[in-house]
C-alpha cells in the first residue's frame, strides 16, 4: 500500500512512503528509502536497530523472551527473533558495532495475568547491554498498547500510546448503495 506522508518523519524528500507491517513473530529489514515498518505492540516487544553509517534498518516483534526450555528457532521468542534481525542486517550492509537499538512494548495489558511484558522488556534490556549495542531510546511497561513506525533508512522512530486497544484501527465499513423495495424481486 502507497500513501502521501511528506511529513511524519520530518523528510520534505520523503513523500511517498511503503509502510510494511511487521506482525507478531516477524521481522524485517530494509535499505530502501521509501519503507517505513510499523507494528502495534501489547506485552510483546519490539526492538528497532539502525546502523547510520549503511542507512539500513530493521524492525522485529516477538511475544515471549525464550530460553533454553523453549525451541530457540521460533520467530515467537526473542532470542531467535534478534540474532535474525542482526544477521539480517548484517547482510544488508550493517556492522555489528554500529548498531543503535529504540525498545518498545512490554505492557501489562491484561490484568491479573502473568507479567509477560516485564520479562520482554528485561530480555531485551539483557540482549542490547550483552551484545553491547546502545540503546537510544525506549518507551516500555505500563498498561497501554503502542503503535510504532520506523524509517528504515534514517532510523527515526515514533511511536504512540493507544489509549483503547479497541480503537487499532478498525475496519473502515464499506459504502453499500441503498435498495429502494421495488427494485427487489423475491423467487
Known sequence: MWSVCETEFGDRHLST???VTVL???SKVSNDPDVVFTTVLGS????CLHDPHASVGG???FLLPGGKEQNSNDMRYGVHSMEILIN?????????SRLVAHVYGGA???KNRSNIGGSNIDFATRFLRNESIRCLESNVGGTLARRVKLHAVTGRVKHVLVEDPGA???PKPVARP???PSDVTLF
Do not use: E, T
Request: charged fraction near 15%; glycine fraction near 6%; charge should be positive.
Open 17 to 19: 512512503v511503503r509502510y
Open 24 to 26: 507478531q513473530g516477524d
Open 44 to 47: 510483546c516487544v519490539a526492538v
Open 59 to 61: 524492525m522485529n516483534h
Open 88 to 96: 539480517d542486517l548484517l547482510k544488508s550492509g550493517a556492522l555489528r
Open 108 to 110: 501489562s495489558v491484561i
Open 168 to 170: 487499532v484501527p478498525p
Open 178 to 180: 441503498s435498495v429502494a
